[in-house]
């Protein structure tokens, strides 16, 4: 659906920090990794190599306030917690995924035109 400047410009406060929580740096790995199968904490940390505990915990808490994101501790020895991606968060693959492919399809079109605009800066 195409939006008119006005259209944007009315949702624009109820939307802006939807976007906000869902384009966070983090995010949109997380909710793909998590579109597979609950994770554990652990294991997204190795995944999403470079990400910090600290930005992953805090990533992790944004999208369980969000409801985009399920936490469950399981009782047992040692104490496990997995996260899974709720119903709502599922809402999202399909975009995710539509957002990915254009990143594959295009990569190459974004590198050149970032080549293109360095060499023009060095001049």
């Known amino acids: 659906m195409a939006y008119t400047e006005e259209q944007v410009l009315e949702t624009l406060p109820g939307v ?38 600290k ?9 369980e306030r969000n409801g985009l994101v399920e936490r469950t501790v399981t009782v047992s020895s040692p104490i496990a917690v997995e996260y899974s991606i709720t119903p709502l968060g599922r809402t999202l693959q399909d975009p995710f995924t539509a957002l990915y492919d254009w990143g594959v399809e295009h990569q190459g079109d974004l590198r050149d035109a970032q080549e293109r605009f360095d060499g023009r800066e060095t001049r």
């Open 55 to 63: 930005a992953l915990t805090e990533s992790l808490r944004r999208l």
């Open 16 to 53: 802006r920090p939807v976007l906000e929580q869902i384009a966070h740096k983090w995010a949109i790995l997380i909710l793909t990794f998590l579109c597979d199968k609950p994770q554990r904490f652990n294991a997204l940390k190795r995944r999403l190599d470079g990400i910090t505990q």
